[in-house]
């Protein structure tokens, strides 16, 4: 009999994952790994209850995961000892009490993507899982002008894949900021390897909405720099999301550029404390 729900904060390089989502051939995933380690503390705990289906290749900082546990271990043991049951490109940054049956899935009220880009000339290993290395030129004033265009609540239907089979695609985003890559200006001069500080030959953007469909941000930041490369013309987004069509949207980016940093969920009433606060 279950004690109490765990609420979990889960990050991992998704490099090695074929995505969050356990399947049925036994590939890899986050799900099974962090279930695995959940049932070597407690035989009798459920399933991990994941808040985002992240696709393979894609990382997490602030991944949330419940299950139900028939153990009665403080937040503090439940970081500690999952942590020695998991490898090392996934880790429990932190734990809390929440009551048993809690979804993050179905609490959640927003979430916080950062998509990066290394604008370099040649390859950099230290950011080949971690960054789209775009070796074109870019316009990073067209780039931020573009991505004003996503902000606010529209129909994304253009913006998702074919796999992708809801019939609701309104979704609201409620921010979207260009950061990094100030080096770069309206010309597209393009750095070259070791030229420039780190800091602005990494482009960040971050996308903040309520939901999000399959692929959406990937299909978004692809648009996004097919304009800024010039591959298409300004108002790209507003004419995708006016036509709802796919074919009409851009390129759709690489996955190890993304990572989910942070899904905001409403915590019941009587849920505990965050461990480490």
Aim: proline share 4%; glycine share 10%; hydrophobic share 45%.
């Amino acid at each position: 009999m279950a004690k109490n729900g765990v609420l979990l904060e889960v990050a991992y390089d998704g490099t090695a994952f074929h995505g969050w989502a356990a399947q049925n051939d036994g590939v890899r995933t986050v799900e099974e790994t962090l279930r695995g380690a959940i049932a070597a503390m407690d035989p009798n705990a459920s399933a991990p209850r994941g808040a985002s289906r992240t696709d393979a290749g894609v990382h997490a900082e602030g991944q949330l995961a419940a299950f139900d546990a028939a153990l009665d271990v403080p937040p503090r043991g439940w970081v500690l000892g999952l942590n020695q049951h998991l490898p090392d490109d996934v880790a429990v940054r932190a734990a809390r009490v929440v009551p048993a049956g809690f979804s993050p899935r179905f609490a959640a009220r927003g979430k916080r993507y950062r998509y990066r880009m290394l604008l370099d000339t040649v390859r950099d290993p230290k950011w080949r899982t971690r960054a789209w290395r775009i070796g074109d030129a870019i316009d990073r004033a067209r780039l931020v002008r573009e991505a004003e265009a996503i902000v606010g609540t529209h129909d994304f239907a253009a913006f998702r894949t074919s796999a992708d089979e809801r019939a609701v695609t309104v979704r609201t985003m409620t921010r979207v900021v260009v950061e990094g890559g100030d080096v770069v200006g309206a010309g597209g001069d393009r750095p070259m390897a070791g030229a420039i500080d780190e800091e602005q030959r990494i482009v960040s953007i971050v996308i903040e909405g309520t939901a999000f469909l399959h692929n959406m941000v990937r299909i978004l930041v692809g648009t996004l720099m097919d304009v800024a490369r010039g591959r298409l013309e300004e108002g790209a987004i507003a004419r995708a999301l006016a036509a709802k069509d796919r074919r009409v949207a851009g390129t759709t980016a690489p996955a190890h550029g993304l990572t989910l940093e942070r899904v905001d969920v409403e915590l019941p009433g009587e849920s505990g404390e965050r461990w480490p606060q």
